[in-house]
């Protein structure tokens, strides 16, 4: 009797430990799934970080380009009216803003 109890609590004894290495082994496959999925997210995650990233600096660039373009049309039209000033036009132009920042000048309005 004591023999077969004993055998009895071995054999629950391997069936336990049987269920906790499966259960062992699920837990190990369900953290590697679960990391797998994690890095596949992670990847994604910074490979549209990284598209977005472009696409901003893409856009950035070419405002920039365009912005440029714009002030050279402006100081080429400034260039052309200044161009087409006389002498004595430019002279009255340069006094008017000379009077401006010189000292005393809200005197001599």
Do not use: F, Y
Not at 13 to 36: N, P
């Amino acid at each position: 009797m004591q023999q077969s109890t004993l055998q009895e609590i071995l054999g629950v004894e391997r069936e336990i430990r049987q269920r906790l290495d499966a259960e062992r082994e699920r837990a190990r496959q369900w953290l590697e799934g679960a990391r797998r999925e994690i890095e596949a997210q992670h990847a994604a995650d910074v490979a549209r970080l990284e598209a977005t990233r472009a696409k901003r600096s893409k856009e950035a660039e070419q405002a920039a380009v365009r912005n440029a373009d714009q002030i050279v049309r402006q100081a080429e039209a400034a260039a052309r009216a200044v161009d087409g000033l006389t002498d004595d036009e430019l002279r009255a132009a340069v006094a008017r803003h000379i009077a401006c920042i010189a000292p005393g000048a809200a005197n001599a309005r």
